[in-house]
């Protein structure tokens, strides 16, 4: 079974093609140097792409804004001051951000 390649795959081989068209003749040395270079950078990006995953990973168990919507019918039907308080905070958050944007 053929397993598709990573992105972090087909990047170190296109990079390591790269650098093998632009030595040319150059010494082995310097081959070994700007290859373990590439390598550093690839590691650099995998390991941001790691903490990105786990990052995703961690905003995955909490819930979605339609799961936390779809609560609020029942939880105003069994606090209706909620509602209310909710409504006082909105119309005084308006009117400052009003008084803030009027001209002086």
């Known amino acids: 079974m053929a397993v598709t390649p990573t992105v972090i795959q087909r990047l170190r081989e ?4 790269e650098r093998m068209k632009c030595i040319g003749m150059q010494p082995f040395e310097f081959y070994q140097q700007a290859q373990g270079l590439t390598y550093d950078a690839i590691a650099a990006v995998e390991q941001e792409l790691a903490a990105k995953d786990a ?3 961690e905003l995955r168990k909490r819930p979605r804004l339609d799961e936390v919507l779809s609560y609020l019918p029942s939880v105003f039907a069994r606090e209706p001051a909620l509602l209310e308080q909710i409504g006082v905070e909105m119309r005084a958050l308006y009117a400052e951000k009003a008084r803030a944007e009027a001209p002086k």
């Not at 296109?14 to 093609?17: E, I, K, Y």
């Open 14 to 17: 296109v990079l390591g093609n």
């Open 55 to 57: 990052e995703i990973a």
